[in-house]
């Protein structure tokens, strides 16, 4: 498909550029995360439970190489966060994958308290099991574990929070460190989520292989943040977004914003959200370039309906797919209200906006792998 052929060309490039380098390790590969890797692998046979946090949109992908070595067991669970980012309906035939695998696997969403209260429920049953006792008067610790971006600092803060909240417990609230940028955390911190049994819970720097992994899971690494944008530009990211976005049905259920009766209504919002009452209209009036407004969002949505929907040729070839993508960048660009000054700049900045909307859901939910087909 075109879609897997603008993702190997990400990949491609980038591991050209770091044959270029003549260095022994990938530039995502320090020295901290070697040692975070030692430090992570002397205290897993020491802790009652693993988390394996993955990414929901990547569940192959973003498998922990550090965490290949150790089978499945009732002492690893496989928590698929992010559903939020691609739909918890979507997520049932890789559990049931999973599953079939003898593995113990979930859909989490960090964001969601009662997502957060299932999940810390499993962890406690879990525990329970693995204890294999009714005694109350214990601790248990569980680490969590994955590669970069993949949410295990939300998840630890939202543990810790709920886990503290029906616990009962008093103290100050410690948080650990969230960032979009990946490799934010840099040592291993405890985090009690739960009493009666005492559970803490081990949130640990991200880890990666030292190894480059192959084309098709590097380009998917890179789009989803796990790996920063090294030797490789955001418009050609974005391109690889676009085209996984036009061979998908996504675009579909934006109809309604192309039609006329809908276009004057999306208008009349559009207007609404620029021009409200008092200062929070003048507000609206001096951000209209700020990409996350609903009007914004929907404009967007609209642009890629219509740029879809209009186009007739064969998004399976490679180059009607390139020409397609081409003519997207210039009308989103209208959409997100960039101006044409320089051309090259303009779409350097519709990159950066169109993948932050991608990044948090906005353009809808997706799931980069695919299920293998030799499934039972």
Not at 55 to 76: F, G, H, N, V, W
Not at 108 to 136: C, P, W, Y
Request: with cysteine; proline share 3%; charged share 25%.
């Amino acid at each position: 498909m075109a879609a897997a052929h603008f993702g190997r060309r990400i990949g491609r490039a980038v591991k050209e550029r770091i044959g270029r380098t003549k260095s022994a390790q990938p530039p995502w590969h320090d020295s901290l995360m070697a040692a975070a890797s030692r430090a992570i692998a002397e205290r897993i046979p020491l802790v009652d439970l693993i988390v394996h946090v993955r990414d929901a949109r990547i569940p192959l992908s973003s498998e922990c190489e550090l965490l290949k070595t150790y089978p499945a067991s009732s002492k690893q669970i496989i928590a698929l966060n992010k559903t939020d980012l691609a739909g918890r309906s979507a997520l049932q035939a890789w559990t049931d994958y999973f599953t079939e695998r003898n593995c113990i696997s979930c859909g989490v969403n960090a964001h969601n308290k009662e997502s957060i209260r299932q999940f810390l429920s499993l962890i406690q049953g879990q525990v329970r099991k693995l204890r294999r006792t009714d005694h109350t008067n214990y601790t248990a610790t569980v680490m969590l574990i994955g590669i970069p971006n993949v949410g295990k600092s939300a998840l630890a803060n939202a543990l810790h929070q709920v886990g503290r909240i029906s616990a009962a417990e008093k103290g100050k609230l410690k948080h650990a460190t969230v960032s979009t940028e990946p490799g934010e955390t840099k040592d291993i911190r405890s985090f009690k989520i739960g009493s009666h049994p005492n559970i803490f819970v081990l949130d640990t720097p991200a880890v990666l292989s030292p190894e480059v992994p192959d084309e098709d899971v590097l380009s998917k690494l890179i789009l989803t943040g796990a790996i920063g944008d090294y030797f490789v530009g955001k418009k050609e990211i974005a391109e690889y977004f676009l085209a996984i976005h036009n061979s998908s049905e996504q675009y579909k259920k934006w109809a309604k914003l192309s039609t006329k009766d809908n276009d004057r209504l999306f208008l009349n919002s559009t207007t609404e959200c620029l021009t409200g009452s008092g200062l929070h209209m003048k507000q609206k009036k001096q951000i209209h370039t700020d990409h996350t407004q609903d009007c914004i969002v929907q404009d967007v949505r609209r642009t890629l309906y219509e740029t879809i929907s209009s186009f007739h040729g064969n998004i399976r070839c490679e180059d009607e797919m390139e020409a397609l993508i081409a003519s997207q960048f210039t009308a989103l660009q209208e959409a997100f209200h960039i101006p044409t000054k320089c051309e090259e700049d303009a779409h350097v900045k519709v990159a950066g906006k169109l993948l932050n909307l991608f990044h948090t859901g906005r353009l809808g939910h997706y799931i980069l792998d695919h299920l293998p087909t030799n499934i039972h």
